[in-house]
């Protein structure tokens, strides 16, 4: 996946001599959350919208640099951990930068979305299997081997909560009925907290009550 085809280059970061001014107009004209801004060409950090609009259009930008957030990531940066900074950092742009520092320009965060919008984690067709287990309990290892003693392939995993020391699993799942993987995963000692699938077990669970529901009212 080469990231670095997604670079933007249209918006260049404002000088902190520029003034307010110039910000606010380059925002009234953009949706993003931040502009970036330089100074002797050495990339400071962006100033967010709310902030700009806080100050007079006639100061320059260096009154108000103290409120430049310096977050930014690396040409090299794999997509995940742009993913990861633009959650950090509240943002819809991303500045990218060399190694030595240089700007080369920014991610849209619309963009690499689109990218894990693509990959076999949701673009393929599976189930979604949600698990739940003590955080010393658990392991990928035993996950995917659960998995695949079932016949089915995993298409991705991630921790999606933790939480009192246990930690919940979303899965995606393809190849086969969520039902046989979710019961093997039972058996390990896993609390099943959602499947994209009808869960065999918690129907007969269900179709079980209504009998003895209706075996206590005769």
Request: negative net charge; contains cysteine.
């Amino acid at each position: 996946m080469q990231l670095q085809n997604y670079i933007i280059n249209d918006i260049k970061p404002l000088n902190i001599n520029d003034t307010i001014g110039d910000l606010q107009q380059i925002f009234n004209q953009l949706t993003y959350s931040h502009i970036p801004i330089e100074k002797e060409g050495i990339y400071i950090g962006c100033i967010p919208e709310t902030d700009a609009h806080c100050f007079e259009a006639k100061k320059i930008i260096s009154d108000c640099s103290y409120t430049a957030e310096g977050f930014f990531v690396r040409n090299s940066t794999n997509w995940l951990d742009v993913l990861e900074a633009f959650a950090h950092n509240n943002s819809n742009i991303m500045p990218v930068l060399s190694p030595e520092n240089k700007y080369l320009g920014y991610y849209e965060l619309n963009d690499i979305i689109h990218l894990f919008n693509e990959t076999p984690f949701l673009s393929e067709p599976g189930g979604i299997l949600i698990v739940e287990k003590g955080i010393q309990d658990y392991s990928f290892s035993e996950i995917s081997q659960i998995v695949e003693s079932n016949d089915a392939k995993l298409l991705g995993a991630f921790i999606s909560k933790i939480e009192n020391d246990v930690a919940q699993i979303t899965l995606k799942i393809g190849n086969t009925s969520l039902n046989d993987v979710t019961q093997t995963f039972r058996r390990y000692s896993y609390n099943i907290i959602a499947g994209h699938e009808d869960d065999t077990y918690i129907k007969s669970l269900k179709d079980r009550s209504k009998y003895l529901d209706k075996y206590l009212n005769i």
